[in-house]
């Protein structure tokens, strides 16, 4: 698709996720249905985790966003990476798990994927966002949602599944 329609999409997709959000918050009690992926490398023997920095730079979260129309929860998670983190790599077709936070005034349900982390772009569409790798240890301490520190753990069994190759870098 030639660059100058990109733009035009996602002015399109931002003015009505801005309306259907203003949309969504009047109605309490609906879940909204996201995607995310835990971006990871394997360093010196050790699982390490790139946390991204939330809009207003006061925690670390994992990037994730809207599963987008006509896109699946990977796919949808892998965009929310590439536009938050500039981070490209493979995304598990397998769910890690699921986790829940208040946003827009209602609940949002994240499911969670694995993304092995090929490439880190020097500039992406969010570059006010931070992003830094973690220790698995600390990348726990960091985030602030109990069950998405509890998927967290589970990591180290994970990759060697999902990804039997990722120990052997």
């Given at each position: 698709?030639?660059?100058?329609?990109?733009?035009?999409?996602?002015?399109?997709?931002?003015?009505?996720?801005?309306?259907?959000?203003?949309?969504?918050?009047?109605?309490?009690?609906?879940?909204?249905?996201?995607?995310?992926?835990?971006?990871?490398?394997?360093?010196?023997?050790?699982?390490?985790?790139?946390?991204?920095?939330?809009?207003?730079?006061?925690?670390?979260?994992?990037?994730?966003?809207?599963?987008?129309?006509?896109?699946?929860?990977?796919?949808?998670?892998?965009?929310?990476?590439?536009?938050?983190?500039?981070?490209?790599g493979a995304v598990s077709p397998d769910i890690l798990g699921t986790?829940?936070?208040?946003?827009?005034?209602?609940?949002?349900?994240?499911?969670?994927?694995?993304?092995?982390?090929?490439?880190?772009?020097?500039?992406?569409?969010?570059?006010?966002?931070?992003?830094?790798?973690?220790?698995?240890?600390?990348?726990?301490?960091?985030?602030?949602?109990?069950?998405?520190?509890?998927?967290?753990?589970?990591?180290?069994?994970?990759?060697?599944?999902?990804?039997?190759?990722?120990?052997?870098?």
């Open positions: 698709m030639p660059s100058e329609f990109n733009g035009y999409f996602r002015r399109i997709s931002k003015k009505s996720l801005s309306l259907n959000i203003n949309l969504l918050s009047k109605f309490k009690g609906i879940i909204i249905q996201q995607s995310g992926v835990v971006p990871y490398r394997i360093k010196d023997g050790k699982i390490e985790v790139l946390l991204i920095s939330s809009r207003k730079k006061k925690r670390w979260v994992i990037p994730k966003g809207l599963i987008e129309p006509f896109m699946t929860p990977q796919d949808s998670a892998a965009k929310e990476a590439l536009e938050e983190g500039g981070i490209i986790y829940t936070y208040i946003k827009w005034g209602t609940r949002c349900l994240v499911q969670v994927f694995l993304l092995k982390v090929e490439i880190l772009q020097d500039k992406w569409l969010e570059s006010h966002r931070d992003r830094q790798w973690f220790s698995l240890k600390e990348a726990v301490k960091r985030v602030e949602e109990d069950d998405l520190k509890e998927i967290l753990k589970t990591l180290p069994e994970k990759i060697q599944v999902i990804f039997p190759s990722s120990t052997d870098d």
